[in-house]
């Protein structure tokens, strides 16, 4: 059935009449039933004004009913605002900084952790041009057979651009679903219950698992997403979407599914869930998708329709509907699946750390006079006031956790006299900061027992605390040859 613009053959061709230029205003007056025919005579004898005419028609009546009338992508909501300029979607995450102890002996204020940002790149992918040819012959004798033909020939005219390409969206959001799975993989949750033998388990199951997972992926997690698996990405679900095929929906409890995102029914229906005809093939098995709204992404560079000069060959005018888009899927926000496939296993393998070694920065010291500082046999010999970076470097496997700095460490520092005195060092004179600089101020007294003051620098892994280093530093004494003040 054609769509039903509800409008007469006197309303629309006064409608158009109200946004044409003014020349055609000119030629075509305002009409009433009794004078319609005088004002077809006029297009037959300029035929220039149903360019005009279609112009108008398309632009501001016949797009925006028939979109509305027929066929919707049911995907439609979730797209993102048409694009202005360009053709690429930058998207961006950042994933969480670490934590680091509290000193408050800390001075350095410009050595910050840097952001770990992540950037995907979506280009402009689809480019898609639907075709129909208007019959002017045709038009004007449609026009005279009742006083609504007019308007419901043209509306047929279009109707199936409209519907066909908000089919073709609807299927190209079914297939980005399934290169989802293909390249990247949802999470996966098994539902071992035979929906056709047992539904109401089933059911039950399903929504059980739904109703934990919406809940679950509000908190910080690396598991969810497919950035988060495969490089440590931390997400946090945001307004989660379902999407369902219409057999499954047939057999679970809506009402207890509205109440798993908190909604009732029919805000459930209207905002937070998509059901569809069928998986693609890829997806076979499937029984819902639990996505992140943000997980589409998907937005029109533009949607224009576009007529051609009239053909005097046959007096027929044709017309471009023209629709061009990006269509895409971010790795960074959570998508989850409930199928017939086995459970998703993350077989991790936790960060070890068996060994630190400590060496100087050569080119960050200041009053260093001599030795490695490897052992207490051979310290590192400074006057103050000096200054060494220090760097610590893990021998350990990094595992599957990404995530883990295995040559990140605590450092301490502990003073010492001659007979093994303990020495307070003033924590504002004489401190290491988290990156491993290492200041020896003046108010250390290396003649206070005659033999000098020794330092001990101890790295502490992080990721193991059993596993630590030292670092030995002396400050000799005056009379030491490079010693003192």
């Not at 044409?20 to 005088?38: H, L, M």
């Not at 908190?219 to 997403?225: D, E, G, I």
Request: with cysteine; hydrophobic share 35%.
């Amino acid at each position: 059935m054609p769509t039903n613009i509800n409008m007469d053959n006197v309303q629309l061709l006064n409608t158009v009449r109200q946004y044409a230029p003014f020349d055609y205003q000119n030629r075509i007056p305002a009409v009433t039933q009794g004078s319609i025919e005088s004002a077809l005579k006029g297009f037959r004898s300029y035929t220039p004004d149903w360019d005009t005419f279609f112009g108008v028609f398309l632009q501001k009546i016949g797009l925006q009913v028939i979109r509305k009338a027929q066929f919707t992508d049911p995907f439609s909501p979730f797209k993102m605002q048409p694009m202005r300029l360009g053709s690429k979607i930058e998207e961006i995450a950042v994933n969480l900084q670490r934590a680091h102890a509290y000193k408050n002996n800390c001075y350095d204020v410009f050595n910050a952790d840097l952001p770990d940002t992540r950037v995907n790149y979506h280009s402009l992918n689809r480019a898609d041009v639907y075709q129909v040819q208007a019959p002017l012959r045709e038009i004007m004798q449609q026009a005279f057979t009742s006083d609504y033909s007019l308007s419901q020939y043209l509306g047929s005219l279009v109707d199936n651009l409209i519907v066909s390409e908000q089919a073709d969206e609807y299927l190209l959001f079914k297939k980005l679903m399934a290169e989802y799975q293909e390249n990247e993989g949802y999470y996966n949750f098994n539902i071992s219950v035979n929906p056709s033998t047992n539904p109401a388990e089933f059911s039950r199951a399903l929504v059980r698992g739904i109703r934990s997972m919406y809940r679950t992926v509000k908190f910080p997690s690396n598991k969810w997403s497919a950035e988060g698996r495969a490089a440590g990405l931390t997400t946090v679900g945001g307004d989660m979407v379902l999407i369902i095929d219409a057999a499954t929906e047939a057999m679970v409890d809506v009402e207890s599914l509205a109440a798993a995102f908190h909604l009732d029914k029919g805000d459930f229906l209207a905002d937070n869930v998509v059901v569809i005809d069928e998986w693609p093939r890829e997806l076979a098995g499937t029984y819902a998708l639990m996505v992140d709204r943000d997980f589409f992404v998907v937005s029109d560079l533009f949607r224009t329709m576009q007529p051609a000069p009239i053909n005097p060959c046959n007096l027929s005018q044709s017309f471009f509907y023209h629709v061009q888009s990006v269509i895409s899927y971010s790795r960074f926000v959570p998508a989850l699946r409930w199928s017939t496939d086995a459970a998703t296993s993350l077989d991790s393998t936790p960060a070890s750390v068996t060994g630190i070694t400590i060496t100087m920065d050569e080119n960050g010291r200041v009053g260093y006079v001599s030795g490695t500082g490897a052992s207490s046999g051979n310290p590192a010999n400074f006057k103050v006031p000096g200054s060494v970076r220090l760097i610590a470097t893990a021998t350990g496997t990094q595992g599957t956790d990404t995530g883990v700095d295995l040559n990140s460490v605590e450092w301490s520092i502990q003073g010492y006299g001659g007979n093994g005195e303990r020495y307070a060092l003033s924590p504002s004179d004489t401190h290491i900061d988290r990156n491993g600089i290492l200041t020896l101020g003046p108010g250390i007294d290396p003649d206070r027992y005659g033999t000098g003051i020794s330092i001990i620098v101890t790295a502490t892994s992080t990721v193991n605390n059993s596993v630590s280093r030292n670092f030995y530093i002396t400050v000799p004494t005056e009379g030491t040859p490079g010693g003192g003040n």
